[in-house]
């Protein structure tokens, strides 16, 4: 497998979803995410139509260390370990503008 890293995803606008990607045929076994130390905002991790005031079609919210330390980070797996997952399908959002979250997917 290889690791892409995105880097560094951001969200102009809380409330404004940001894709992953737009590239519909980019398929992963693989997706990480990783709050940035010393930022201060949640990070939210969803489908289309995520809605971070009442959670609709929120996969994790991801907390903020302000202070730097251990960063929330969550994954998301494909159970057969194949190129299944369409990272087109992945969007995130942010309660801060300017924020965002470390994103790396794989590939085999």
């Known amino acids: 497998m290889t690791a892409n890293p995105l880097g560094r995803v951001n969200v102009t606008t809380p409330g404004t979803l940001v894709p992953l990607t737009t590239n519909t045929s980019l398929r992963a076994s693989k997706i990480y995410f990783q709050v940035i ?31 730097g330390g251990i960063s929330d980070s969550f994954y998301i797996e494909s159970q057969s370990d194949s190129d299944v997952l369409n990272l087109a399908s992945y969007y995130i959002d942010m309660d801060v503008a300017g924020e965002g979250l470390l994103i790396t997917y794989w590939s085999e």
């Open 37 to 67: 130390p010393g930022l201060t905002g949640k990070g939210y991790i969803g489908t289309n139509g995520l809605v971070r005031a009442t959670l609709a079609n929120t996969i994790r919210v991801l907390s903020p260390n302000p202070n």
